[in-house]
């Protein structure tokens, strides 16, 4: 089995812009294309350790969002754990996510 790439409880998260230098990058309907700042207490390691994780990738996004919505939630939440796995490697990375919701809700 694949370790994950990331796993965590979500201290923080914030929307940001793409870019492509200093332009803003926007997607063929011209809105902006976003992506995720994720600020991650990992849990998975002998001490303490914050790690980011910048999800920008369509697949990365997709199966984060795929994650949040199998609990009913519509986006991530802080106190909530991420678990990233990458699934494929190739012209186009593939990913898995497992997401829970923060304790008492």
Known sequence: MTPPLYAGTIL???D???????KPRLRPDGSP???????????????????TLWAQSRPM??????????TGEEDVETG??????VTGMGPEDRYEAAYTRPEGD
């Open 12 to 14: 923080a998260f914030e």
């Open 16 to 22: 940001y812009q793409l870019k492509d230098g200093d």
């Open 33 to 51: 294309d976003m992506g995720c700042r994720i600020t991650l207490a990992r849990d998975d390691l002998a001490a303490p350790f914050l790690q």
């Open 61 to 70: 996004l997709k199966a984060i969002a795929k994650a949040v919505k199998a």
């Open 80 to 85: 909530a754990h991420l678990t990233v796995t």
